[in-house]
């Protein structure tokens, strides 16, 4: 067992947001969003009380997969800004205590890397992954004088990065060990990469496909042992640094070395089914390979906790302190939470569990005003990923206002359609109104922010996996949610719910505790 730094003393105290760049806030009126427009809403974000940002790949790059082709990991991609303009956010953000962190893409780069280009032209280099001759299967044949094939990580413009193969095969002569000369390069160009930008003031990564590094890697073994190198490497130089983990399995990915991991829409019956089992109501971003299934945030009330509840007890029994687990409301590749079936008078519930289960909270730009997931958008820097997956619909501008383009300052050239319905939810509007989910969101922060015992170190303890769901936070405070349309009760036995710090519909009395359609409550027990 190799023992790691503590993660940072910040981390517990962590409210994630996630900034889309392209689509967050567009400062000089050519429809793409960029570093100053998000300097200018600093004060939505602390207003909001969410402390740590998360950019998706704001790198040079032909933006095949959005900037997940990264085709200079050194320099920002000019549209959102220069590198000072970068630096400039980092420390306004920080001054306002707001930490950020940029998205690692480890595993693959864009096909116009100068990496790949050297590699397609030179049968010596082994940064890639090439099959010397012909082209085998899942491979993408070469588009230089080298011949043969390369291996994709992702879409075909994106050639894995070698990290060697955790075992031999005598049919494919293209596997080298993981400390082959490529490997060893592509592991030191992580370092280079992470303490350019730790130096520029960045607080740390999000990591792209962080389980995908090493090939043929059962119980991905050989691709924890690189993390794990990292980590330490990071303990020792940039000690308050913290890594984020895409890759959907906490109990395997935190004892490899990340700080934290999510749990994600993708994924086999174990974790894969915690988030899904959650929010995917079979519309928006559907896989059809995982869905449908009958999610807990669902009105016709057919769903349960449980396989969240057991997912998440699996996890973190298995990471005691020694890291811990992020909970998103939805990201860029998967459906909002306002989506499908799923309405606004939903999702205040959803957020009420979200802000006091003890995971780390991420919340996605624009779910704090409910903004929906619009069906039907044409594929966008690659958001299209099947007749069923298509990730345009989480992508959309940020909606400050109710112009014609949602606050972005160019009608001629917006990123992507906003929610065309004449009532779409905005931050002006919401920030006005303080029955709002704005407000609750901001109220439910701010509660969790002063509330340890709510946050990822206090204990829980189940009293009702069901409609509704009923747990206590540290031993003192009672949460109540109920995601159904139809009214829930539970005998409460000798627990007394006592104040209301957040309540909507839910009610005590005598033992029984009830809750509305969409109901969700929170109070101190009795001292
Ligand atoms: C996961 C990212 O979240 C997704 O948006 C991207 O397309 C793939 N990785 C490939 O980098
Ligand atoms: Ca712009």
């Known amino acids: ?72 990991y050194l320099n920002v991609a000019p549209r959102y800004g220069s590198n000072d303009d970068l630096a400039k956010l980092v420390d306004r953000a920080g001054r306002r205590g707001i930490r950020v962190l940029l998205d690692l893409v480890a595993g693959h780069t864009s096909d116009r890397h100068p990496w790949f280009t050297a590699s397609a032209n030179d049968p010596d280099d082994h940064r890639y992954i090439w099959a010397p001759q012909g082209c085998p299967d899942g491979f993408v044949a070469s588009p230089g004088s080298r011949p043969g094939a390369y291996l994709p990580n992702f879409f075909a413009f994106q050639p894995a990065l070698n990290f060697g193969y955790a075992r031999e095969s005598p049919d494919e002569p293209w596997r080298q060990p993981v400390d082959a000369q490529g490997p060893r390069a592509n592991r030191e160009a992580l370092r280079t990469i992470m303490d350019h930008w730790l130096g520029l003031g960045l607080s740390g990564f999000r990591v792209d496909m962080a389980s995908s590094l090493v090939k043929d890697d059962p119980g991905k073994a050989e691709t924890s042992r690189i993390w794990t190198e990292l980590r330490h490497w990071l303990d020792r130089t940039h000690p308050e640094a913290v890594l984020l983990s895409e890759w959907g399995e906490p109990e395997i990915s935190v004892p490899a070395g990340f700080h934290t991991d999510f749990f994600l829409q993708f994924g086999g019956p174990a974790d894969g089914l915690a988030l899904r089992s959650l929010w995917s109501n079979g519309s928006g971003t559907v896989n059809l390979e995982w869905d449908p299934l009958d999610c807990f945030f669902d009105a016709s009330g057919k769903g349960s906790p449980r396989p969240f509840v057991e997912a998440w007890q699996r996890a973190s029994t298995a990471l005691g302190s020694s890291g811990f687990i992020s909970l998103p409301t939805s990201n860029h590749d998967f459906s909002r939470l306002n989506c499908g079936p799923r309405s606004a008078d939903q999702l205040p519930a959803a957020f009420a569990f979200q802000l006091t289960w003890p995971t780390l909270p991420a919340i996605y730009y624009g779910d704090e005003i409910g903004m929906r997931y619009v069906p039907g958008l044409p594929d966008t820097e690659g958001s299209v990923l099947g007749p069923r997956y298509n990730r345009a619909g989480s992508r959309t501008p940020m909606q400050w206002d109710d112009g014609p383009n949602a606050g972005f300052s160019t009608s001629e050239h917006p990123y992507l359609p906003v929610d065309p319905a004449p009532d779409r939810p905005t931050v002006a509007a919401q920030r006005a109104d303080d029955t709002s989910l704005l407000h609750l969101v901001h109220r439910l922060i701010a509660l969790r922010t002063a509330t340890p015992e709510l946050g990822p170190n206090g204990s829980v303890e189940v009293v009702h996996a069901g409609y509704p769901f009923v747990y206590v936070r540290g031993g003192r405070y009672l949460v109540v949610v109920n995601p159904q349309q139809g009214q829930a009760s539970y005998p409460l036995g000798n627990i007394r719910p006592g104040r209301a710090l957040e309540v909507s519909g839910v009610a005590a009395d005598g033992g029984t505790i009830t809750a509305e359609g969409f109901g969700y409550g929170i109070f101190e027990l009795p001292g």
């Open 1 to 72: 067992m190799t023992s790691f730094r503590p993660a940072p003393a910040w981390l517990a105290d962590a409210v994630f947001y996630q900034i889309y760049p392209q689509s967050f806030a567009d400062s000089n009126g050519d429809g793409i969003g960029d570093f100053d427009g998000i300097a200018e809403r600093l004060d939505h974000l602390s207003w909001l009380g969410v402390n740590t940002v998360w950019l998706n790949p704001c790198f040079v790059s032909p933006f095949g997969d959005a900037g997940y082709d990264v085709a200079d």
